[in-house]
């Protein structure tokens, strides 16, 4: 019953895995990309690891399962960020359909 | 044209899903169950397609994206050869690789905003 839940922990993993690497192909633009991946990524890990904790148990392994997704929903978004501030920064141009850069505005305002 | 380029892509894609989930697939080690053996396949397709972006990102900044993604996924990787393989180490890597891949990736962004390591 509990190896049941894990496997369909694991496999909704795997979907997201996979169709976050999907978005790293196929959009358009850096920060599009960035938006599609890292969550669903991070969203996908994180259920693997769960499924590996409810596989295990509250053995050692488990606990350090728990502790790596803890870890990963700390690091990602932080991660994430920092990329997409420096690519700013660093003047990679959004793609010519994006409607608006609130970002550029702050920017203008803090110098 | 643009149309065309989007059913070929559908298509492939469709064919690896379809061929990951139905095709008889070479078993590397003993799995203990069949969806594991799937899920190694799933997500070394994944890993192709960061790799892809590495090597076809237009800019730097696209390949420390693709990066980024592609250490999320080694984690994911060393979970799920935790549990046929019984050794209860390939966490512990897990753990190191997520963080390792956190400090470097912010490492890489301060060079793309051209900043030196030392401000």
């Not at chain 1, 694991?10 to 990309?33: E, K, T, W």
């Not at chain 1, 996908?44 to 488990?62: D, E, Q, V």
């Not at chain 2, 070929?8 to 697939?25: C, D, N």
Request: glycine share 8%; charged share 15%.
């Amino acid at each position: 019953m509990i190896e049941t839940a894990a496997f369909i922990f694991i496999s909704i993993g795997l979907a997201f895995d996979f169709f976050g690497c999907l978005g790293l192909v196929r959009f358009p633009d850096l920060y599009n990309r960035l938006h599609s991946s890292i969550k669903c990524v991070t969203l996908g890990t994180s259920s693997i690891l769960f499924g590996l904790f409810l596989y295990k148990g509250f053995t050692p392994a488990g606990a350090k399962a728990l502790l790596c997704i803890l870890f990963l929903l700390l690091t990602a978004p932080v991660s994430a960020h920092v990329l997409a501030r420096s690519a700013h920064k660093s003047g990679i141009k959004l793609w010519d359909k994006s409607v608006c850069d609130k970002y550029a505005g702050d920017e203008k305002i803090n110098d | 044209m643009k149309s065309l380029r989007w059913l070929i892509g559908l298509v492939v894609i469709s064919a690896i899903f379809g061929a990951i989930l139905f095709l008889p697939l070479p078993s590397l080690l003993d799995w203990q169950s069949p969806l594991l053996k799937r899920a190694f396949f799933i997500l070394f397709f994944s890993g192709l397609f960061s790799l892809w972006r590495i090597i076809r990102g237009p800019t730097a900044a696209d390949r420390a994206v693709a990066l980024d993604i592609l250490g999320i996924l080694i984690v994911g990787f060393c979970a799920i050869l935790g549990i046929p393989t019984g050794r209860d180490w390939y966490i512990d890597i897990g753990i190191a690789w997520a963080l390792q891949s956190f400090i470097s990736i912010l490492a890489l962004g301060k060079y793309l905003e051209g900043r030196r390591f030392d401000d």
